[in-house]
């Protein structure tokens, strides 16, 4: 099945939903129903959306998964909050780092030491 189309071909606008039927019953039903949120995303926002689920929040799982730094991932985690629209009183906390995880990650390689006196900064 196709994806929803969420931006008119031709001037950009938003497009709305009008049409759902029962591909059971054949019953039609007309009216103008709003999209979920995550039907607007780009296609790299879900992608990272679900990466970030399927590792429970943890920003080190998910760091592991895509390969990318610390600092990156918590640019794209805010990167998709934004996307969704979400103001912080809807936004969940980021799941905070502990000095241990930025130092273990550190040691490891996996962020350079730019990449842990940012995130140390981050931190409480």
Do not use: W
Not at 24 to 44: D, K, M, V, W, Y
Not at 48 to 67: A, M, W
Not at 75 to 92: D, F, G, K, V, W
Request: charge should be negative.
């Amino acid at each position: 099945m196709a994806k929803v189309l969420t931006r008119c071909p031709v001037c950009e606008g938003t497009l709305t939903i009008s049409e759902l039927s029962c591909s059971h019953c054949n019953t039609h039903i007309q009216s103008q129903f709003e999209g979920c949120r995550f039907c607007r995303l780009a296609p790299e926002h879900l992608t990272f959306i679900e990466t970030f689920l399927r590792c429970e929040g943890n920003i080190s799982k998910v760091e592991k998964e895509l390969g990318l730094s610390y600092p990156t991932v918590r640019n794209r985690l805010s990167s998709a909050i934004t996307a969704l629209q979400l103001t912080e009183s809807e936004a969940p906390a980021p799941p905070t780092l502990q000095r241990r995880d930025v130092l273990d990650a550190l040691a490891r390689g996996e962020i350079s030491a730019e990449e842990a006196a940012l995130a140390l900064r981050d931190l409480p």
